[in-house]
Structure formats: C-alpha cells, structure tokens
C-alpha cells in the first residue's frame, strides 16, 4: 500500500483525547486517516457493515467496546479488518493480545513501532485482497475453460494412466454413447479395436516418455463405439494439464454445422436449470450462480445465503400425506418461499428436503430476520393436499457474502454448519454462521470450566518426588507436584492450567491450598519420626503477593511445624520478571527461617545477576541441561561449570531430569548436591520413598 494513500481507520479507546492523538500522530507521520472513534457495540456492527476499513486500533482496557467483542463481530460479519492492540506497559498482554485475534500488540507511547506495524498488517491486507482476486480470476478462468469443454462441437478427452479422467458429450456421442458420463474413468483401451491396442499403447508410451517435449502430433486407429461396431477415428494428441492433473488430451475437430438456434438454447438451459418438482432453479444452478456472484462481488456489496432444511420431512410428509403426496408437499413450500421473498432474490431446491436462498443487499441482522420470519411462515403455513393437512417447521442456516469470500462451496458450508447448530431448537431455529473457536480458544475455555469446577468441588491432588543426597545427606526432600482432575478424572499439570487459574485470579487462592494440604501431610508424616521436607512451588502472583509471609507465618504456628521444613521454590522467569517483589519475598522468608529456592535455573541471560538481588539458598537448575547430556550426547562441560559457580556462591544445588544411570558419576564428580528425576521414583501420591537404601 502506497504510504501516502488515506487509512480507513476504527479506534476502540475509553480516551477520545487519545484517539484525537493517534489520529494527530498518523497526520504528523505523513499517514492521512479517515478515522471513526466508536463508543458502542451497535455503532461499530453499523460501520463494519456500511463501510470498508482498513484497521481497527484498540487499547486492550478499553470498556465501552471490548476488543474481544470487536474481533467477535469482525469475524461473525467475515470482515478483512486486522486488529492492533495498544497497552500501556504489560509484556504478557502481547501473548494474550495475539491469542484473542490481534495482529500485533503494541506500547502506547510507542508511536514508531505501531506505524511500521500498521503499515505492515495494510500490505499483508492488500496482499490477502490480491490473493482474493487472483483466486476468482483463476475460477472463473477454470469455469469457462469448463463450460467450453462442455459444450464445444469438439470432441475432447483428457487421459491419465490409461483411463478417461474426463470426455465432454461429443467425445462420447463420437463413439455412440447417450451420456458423457458413460465413459468416466473407463480404460482407453476399451474403446480401442483388437487389432490397433498394440499400436496405440506402443504410440502412448513413447508419447508418454517424450514428456512436455513431445509436439501435438496425429493418431489414428478404428474405435469401439458402444453398440460394438468399428469406426474410423482420427485425433490429436498433446500434453496439457487439466484440473491440476498432468494428462493427456484426445481431440477430434468436428465437422458438423452448430445450429445456433437461440431458441432451442434457451430451452435446454431451462432443462439444465430447473428443479422439476418444485419449478425452482435446482442445485447446480445455484452453484454456479453463486460462483458468478462471488467473482464479481466488490467492497460495497452485502449478500447472504440462507440454506432451509424443513425438519423431518420425509417422515412427517409421508406418513400423512403418502409418498406420492410428498413431492406436492415441497411444491406447496416453493410456492411458499417464492411468495415470502423478493422477485430479485435467487431461489433454488438445493436438496431432497432443502432450499436455499440468495438474498442481494442485505446486512447480516436483516438477513438473520429473514431467516425467523421464514421459519415462523414455515411453521404457520398449512399444508392441504387431498383434504389431509400438514404442518411443518424449518431450520435456516444464514452465511455472509462479500468482498471477502472467495468460494460458493465454502458459503454453502457455512450456512450448512450455521444450520445444524440450530436444527430442532426451540423458538430460534435461525442463525448466522460463526467461525469456531480456534484449538487453543477450547482448550483454554474449557480448561477455565475444569478449573472452576475443580477449586468449586476440591478436585485437586498432590503427588510427591523424591530428592536424593549425592552427598551422604540425612536430609529428606521431596518436591510436591499439583495435578488437577476433570470430570474424567484425568490428572491436569499446572502447566496446563496455570496462566488460566491466573486470568481469573485464582492462582493465589490455589497456592495456599497446597501449601496448606502439604503442611497437614508433612506435619502427619513427620510425626512418625521422619525428617522429611517439602519443597513447594509458587505461581508468579503469589511470589507478588505481600500478605503471603505473614500469612505463612500464621500457618506454620498454626500446625506447630518447624519453618525451615518447607522451600519455597519460584520459577526463574518469574523472579527476573519480578525481581523486587522476589527479594522482598526472600528476605521475609529468611525472617521465618526458612528458604527460597529458584528453579529452571540457568536458562537467562544473565541468571547469575538474579542472585545478587535475591537471597536464595536452593537452586534446581534447568532440566535441560541433563537432557542434552542424556538424549542429544551434548558435552556436560556447560553443566559441570554451572554447578562449580553454584557452589562458588555457596548455594544448595538440585539436577533434576535423571532419566538413566549414565549421567549419575558426571553429576557426582561435577558435586551436584541432590539430585530428582523419574530414573530414582515417579511422583507418587505418598511420601514412601526408602531414602536408606541411598546412604
């Protein structure tokens, strides 16, 4: 896109004072917008439908109308409209942003970036646009390249490893059958005389070898017409593509005079197009029609296609009315539908017990109210053949077309699906298609179900990992692992779930019950004499969360459990993300008398920076490093000099991820402190682990 030419611009913003300013911004820039800033959700549904726009722009806290909603409509109305987001300074809103539909995410006061990224989601809009064309043009190109081979007075074949991949009806009526279809993937050879099979497959192998550097030559042989009978045949033959297949064409030039009788023409067409039960036009008509309207259709144009099941027609129809009847019954609902519609809308049979619908300008809402007071015409209209009456229901399924929609196949399918969604409901049997949402919007929703389910039912269960001494330690550690169960009963990891517990704000609440169970567990485990410790992981929010200390301090009195038998273990990111609020949460955990820990560790830029901030004294090191040596046979040098500066800094070192034996003496002799991994025990719902056998 030129960088001159005007932006048709929407901007979502609680600010009028900020969308002046980005307007202000573009001008200044040498970006010319014309610009809407929209308040509602009825006003941005009018400009979407009334008007092209090139961008939206929204500020991802934006209230009046929530980004959310606008992709929502942008993709209900299948609108070409890429969606920016703007936010003030949250890096994770970029992830988020993405997630919900958007282009891009970008800083509000970053004017640079969001110019570049405008101009950039304009071009991929123009190229989408062109690519739009291209693929009509190319159709349509295929169509009358189609029509023609249909009705040429030529008689031509396309052949594909020895069968006919497709003959238009002179090349059959050449060889004395009715129907074109008739020879439909036949062998060649079938409609070859004895006599001349040896020459022609000697004349296409050689042909066939040659390739595209063969020239169109001559063939001739005698035929088997379909009665038997020999006859003369003399074609040309070339290398072409046909329906995107390499192949062969057969042709023979005719010699007979067209007999261009107009009027004979018209009467075939009216054959070909129409449905003879119902007096409408039939399937095919609509599918091409359609395809001709969609090659055609420019930004200002609004059309939909409504597809009409009638509800168990041929059921109800028959049982009442006698299977004779029943064609009667759908020539009654086509009068019907001719009368409730418009003289310029198209109307076809598209189906045994369906009809659709090409409704000209019309918008989306209007065409969803088409489709109810169809439904409600459909449902009142009685039905009166041979004094035995009828009545029936219909379920409507609406699809958009416009400048976006590039294929008949892919509308009708839409208004199918749109349909199926609302078949046998009750009082709304019409809707507008929908896009799905995408793989991760359902997982992630119903992800959010489990969730809410699980923290409203108790549905989550603790399993524990022991950590083993390389050092002779009578320490016993175990890491403690949260799993959430569906309905299933299917164990969910916080991975899973965890960003979803923190959208909804519940990833504190569920922190606490962890680090509640596992003190009631611990404290019951420790009464039987054992020395065991728990080490405990924490989301992001909690590492944030400055009522936690004083909170654990309560808990820890509460249950009369010594402070130093549980870590506190946060994941690196996190702490560098939030490097104030985690040392803060250090130094209140030290007051306790009890540790920090950081695990992944080692994955940074610069992780040993980490620890000049926070006073942790555990550090488990990313398990990535031990799966390079076991899996990828990578060198432990990188690992052995992590844990040597580790150790330099005087921390308590954990590897985690031991999965064989051969990687145990590299990390005795590196001194690696402890070590975990599924080689020594699974997590387990039970602390059972025998840590004698390891002394």
């Known amino acids: 896109m030129n960088a001159n030419d005007t932006i048709r611009l929407l901007i979502l913003n609680n600010s009028r004072a900020e969308a002046e300013r980005l307007i202000s911004m573009l001008h200044n820039a040498g970006r010319p917008s014309r610009a809407q800033h929209v308040e509602s959700e009825e006003a941005l ?7 092209t726009w090139d961008l939206l722009i929204a500020h991802d806290q934006t209230t009046n109308v929530t980004p959310q909603t606008a992709i929502k409509h942008i ?3 299948n609108k070409d409209v890429p969606v920016i987001l703007q936010n003030d300074d949250e890096f994770l809103a970029v992830v988020e942003g993405m997630k919900l539909g958007a282009a891009d995410v970008v800083r509000l006061d970053d004017d640079q970036h969001l110019l570049l990224v405008m101009q950039r989601e304009m071009n991929n809009r123009e190229e989408r646009q062109a690519k739009r064309l291209a693929d009509r043009r190319f159709r349509e190109a295929e169509r009358r390249s189609q029509q023609l081979l249909d009705s040429s007075r030529d008689a031509i074949a396309y052949v594909q490893d020895g069968l006919y991949l497709y003959a238009n009806q002179s090349f059959a009526e050449l060889f004395g059958y009715e129907d074109k279809d008739d020879i439909d993937c036949m062998p060649i050879m079938d409609m070859v005389d004895d006599k001349d099979q040896d020459t022609l497959k000697t004349f296409l192998k050689d042909f066939t070898f040659k390739g595209l550097d063969a020239e169109s030559t001559k063939l001739a042989f005698r035929g088997l017409k379909q009665d038997g009978t020999a006859t003369p045949i003399s074609l040309e033959v070339s290398h072409v593509t046909y329906d995107e297949e390499p192949c062969i064409q057969f042709l023979a030039r005719a010699n007979r005079v067209d007999l261009n009788n107009d009027v004979l023409e018209a009467q075939i067409k009216q054959i070909k197009w129409q449905d003879v039960v119902t007096g ?5 008509y609509m599918i091409d029609h359609l395809e001709k309207v969609i090659d055609n259709v420019s ?14 027609f041929i059921e109800r129809a028959q049982s009442t009315l006698g299977v004779a009847a029943a064609d009667m019954a759908l020539s009654d609902l086509a009068s019907l539908l001719r009368e409730k519609n418009n ?12 009809f659709t619908v090409l409704v000209p300008n019309i918008r989306a809402d209007a065409a969803v109210n088409r489709a109810r007071q169809l439904c409600k015409a459909i449902e009142e209209h009685i039905i009166d053949i041979d004094n035995k009456t009828l009545q ?3 379920s409507i399924g609406v699809s958009l077309i416009n400048d976006n929609t590039t294929s008949a196949n892919k509308v009708i399918e839409q208004a199918i699906n749109a349909m199926e969604k609302v078949r046998g409901a009750n009082g709304n049997n019409a809707q507008l298609f929908e896009p799905e949402m995408s793989a991760d919007e359902r997982d992630q929703k119903n992800i959010a179900s489990d969730l809410q389910h699980a923290l409203d039912n108790d549905r989550f269960r603790l399993l524990f990992q022991p950590i083993i001494s390389l050092r002779g330690s009578e320490e016993e550690y175990y890491e403690v692992y949260l799993r959430m169960l569906n309905d299933n009963n299917e164990e969910i990891s916080p991975s899973r779930f965890i960003e979803t517990a923190s959208s909804i704000g519940a990833s504190i609440k569920i922190d606490r019950w962890v680090i509640l169970e596992s003190i009631k567990m611990l404290s019951q485990h420790r009464a039987k004499g054992n020395k065991t410790k728990l080490i405990l992981n924490l989301s992001k929010d909690s590492l944030c969360d400055e009522s936690l200390v004083p909170w654990l301090g309560v808990a820890f009195k509460a249950a009369k459990l010594s402070s130093d038998a549980i870590v506190f273990q946060a994941n690196e990111v996190d702490v560098t993300n939030h490097l104030n609020a985690a040392k803060s949460f250090a130094e209140g955990l030290q007051k306790l008398k009890t540790f920090m820990s950081i695990s ?9 920076n980490t620890l000049k901030h926070v006073p942790a004294s555990v550090i488990k090191i990313d398990g990535s490093f031990t799966m390079d040596i076991q899996n990828n046979k990578e060198s432990p040098e990188t690992l052995i000099h992590l844990i040597e500066q580790l150790h330099g800094e005087n921390k308590i070192t954990i590897v985690p991820f031991v999965e064989n034996a051969s990687v145990l003496s590299t990390l005795w002799q590196a001194g690696a402190h402890y070590i975990q991994g599924h080689y020594l025990q699974e997590p387990t719902q039970n602390m059972s682990y025998d840590f004698n056998m390891e002394t």
């Open 343 to 354: 003289t310029t809308d198209i109307i076809a049979r598209f189906g045994d017990t369906a």
């Open 45 to 51: 549904v009018k400009l979407l439908e009334e008007q």
């Open 600 to 608: 992944n560790f080692g994955c940074s830029l610069n992780p040993f």
């Open 299 to 312: 930004e200002k144009d609004n059309l939909s296609l409504l597809y009409i099941d009638i509800d168990n």
């Open 280 to 284: 409408l036009y039939n399937r095919q």
């Open 75 to 77: 993709r209900r109305l």
């Open 392 to 394: 029936l229901t219909a």
